[in-house]
């Protein structure tokens, strides 16, 4: 529910460069850690990589749904909103499933950013529970 923002300095990444700079940092992160802790520590230990590298981000951003002409807090929260252009769910799950590529789509839309990432830290090798979704 927190709601965190790092200020980093200002870069020209294209959106395939973040999110291999994001990727590194989740790959940093499962090697110290490895697999089976709970969600929220991996998110706090990919804040403070993402940091490192002066990236700028917001930690649990709600995100409202437009409906109509009414805007609705219907409880969507992104787990990480880097560099204005990036999403990023994070997962410690068996295996993603559509369920949650679809929420990751969701979440775009509703966002209109085009590049996503899905993070799932629960298996042995994390470059195998890696999805990058555009939309």
């Not at 990589?49 to 992104?78: C, H, I, M, S, W």
């Not at 559509?98 to 629960?122: C, D, S, W």
Request: net charge neutral.
């Amino acid at each position: 529910m927190e709601t965190r923002r790092h200020r980093g300095t200002e870069k020209t990444l294209f959106d395939s460069d973040l999110t291999d700079i994001v990727i590194g940092c989740a790959i940093e992160v499962h090697r110290a850690l490895g697999p089976g802790l709970l969600e929220s520590a991996y998110e706090e230990c990919l804040c403070y990589e993402l940091a490192a590298r002066d990236l700028t981000f917001e930690k649990q951003k709600n995100v409202p749904l437009q409906y109509k002409d009414v805007r609705l807090e219907a409880g969507y929260r992104l787990d990480l909103f880097i560099e204005n252009r990036l999403v990023v769910e994070l997962k410690c799950v068996e295996k993603i499933l559509p369920v949650h590529e679809a929420q990751l789509m969701t979440y775009l839309r509703l966002t209109k950013v085009k590049t996503g990432l899905i993070i799932n830290f629960f298996i042995p090798v994390l470059k195998d529970g890696i999805r990058r979704i555009v939309y």
